[in-house]
């Protein structure tokens, strides 16, 4: 069937049929309905997601909001539980508290006010924040020698720190860049200190083969290490 006649046939307008193929066609097969019935159904949850938020909801927000509660505090309370209904039993994530008080603020309103921090960003406190976490020193990549991008020789190494799910369990690697030989241990957090302390342990047998230690620049944790391991 064309599309002028699939329309007729659901009593819609061809432009209708139209725009849905357009939007749910992949370059193999063509319209894809798998594909669009997925988008449909998350579509629909999002909808639903904003019909959630009745005024009832809106006034308990609102009320909690002025006892100081974080929208995570609120968004806690409000859910379904196991063993039953928390003063509301409706289930809103906090995400969606954030977004209801944004919307409201681009409105006019003043539930911002209302949260602990104002939706004020800490870096706006100072400019000393943006310049957390920068090395003293610090040598840029480019300034390192030309030898270590050919990989030619083995005692180039580049170190990192990796990092477990929720922040839990951190390793600490050492690669060299020709061999690939690699380095892990574990240590009990990412400080400063821990990591120098692994990273020596770890550098120390392999010393003397040791040309260059490459590490980010950038303000994790990790980056307060390296000149101390080089200068060690």
Not at 19 to 46: F, H, M, P, W
Not at 90 to 100: F, R
Not at 137 to 147: A, E, F, Q, T
């Amino acid at each position: 069937m064309n599309q002028k006649n699939i329309a007729i046939k659901l009593s819609v307008h061809p432009s209708t049929i139209s725009r849905e193929l357009r939007r749910n066609r992949d370059l193999l097969r063509g319209y894809n309905a798998e594909l669009a019935q997925v988008i449909s159904t998350k579509l629909e949850k999002q909808k639903n997601k904003r019909d959630s938020l009745t005024k009832t909801i809106q006034k308990y927000i609102r009320a909690k909001l002025k006892l100081d509660w974080s929208p995570e505090q609120i968004s806690g309370r409000m859910t379904r539980c196991p063993w039953g209904k928390l003063d509301t039993g409706v289930s809103i994530v906090h995400e969606t508290i954030y977004k209801y008080i944004y919307r409201n603020k681009a409105n006019g309103g003043k539930l911002y006010k209302s949260l602990r921090h104002k939706n004020k960003k800490y870096h706006n406190r100072s400019n000393k924040y943006q310049a957390r976490g920068t090395i003293i020193g610090r040598v840029m990549i480019d300034k390192r020698p030309k030898v270590v991008e050919k990989k030619s020789r083995i005692g180039d190494w580049e170190i990192d720190t990796v990092v477990g799910k929720d922040h839990k369990g951190f390793l600490v690697t050492v690669v060299d860049r020709k061999s690939k030989f690699t380095m892990i241990r574990g240590v009990p957090s990412k400080h400063a200190e821990v990591v120098t302390q692994a990273l020596i342990e770890m550098i120390t047998p392999v010393k003397n083969i040791t040309h260059t230690i490459t590490s980010d620049n950038g303000k994790a944790p990790q980056e307060y290490f390296l000149r101390a391991v080089c200068i060690s």
